[in-house]
């Protein structure tokens, strides 16, 4: 009987914790949500910073009329929708990074994790994507990765510079 009662005690412990803190502790708070336009300038690059790590954020979007928010250690940095991109700079140290689609319809569901460690200089570029769907048996979901350099500069020249910011 209290092998029972022990047990169900740390059952309920574990049960009762919000995984949403520590899983999403890269991500923004969940009530912001961004607006994204696009700029008219394509396939523009940055030079790197000597002090930290440019990161390239770029979508390839099989699946159009998403917006895909990206978040840094815990703030949201900007979006993408359909063929888009956006950089930043980043400091030195380790980084943790979360994708969401901005929807009312796939709150939490659609999510994509990644990290890395910036380095003075250095140049990344991260896809995010839909894998899967109607033409797959695999379930759609998003995906974030660390793509090649080559890849990116062929996905930024043929996609358009998003701008985004809160919605009011």
Known sequence: MKLIITALFFAS???????????TA????????????????QGSYTQPDLNGTQVYF???DE???YTVKIGLDGTWVGANK????????VALGE???????QSKFSAGKQMAFAHFSAE???VLYFRTRFLGGV???IPPHLNLELIDSDEARYLIATSSASISQSKK
Do not use: M, W
Not at 82 to 89: G, H, I, K, R
């Open 120 to 122: 003075a200089g250095r």
């Open 63 to 65: 699946y159009p009329g």
């Open 135 to 137: 033409k797959s048996d």
């Open 13 to 23: 412990t574990v049960f009762g914790q919000n995984p949403d803190k520590g899983v």
């Open 82 to 89: 359909n063929d888009s991109y956006f950089s930043l700079s």
């Open 26 to 41: 890269s991500c923004g708070p969940t009530s912001v949500n961004l607006d994204v336009e696009f700029s008219r300038e």
């Open 58 to 60: 770029v979508q390839d």
């Open 95 to 101: 980084h943790h990074l979360c994708a969401i689609v």
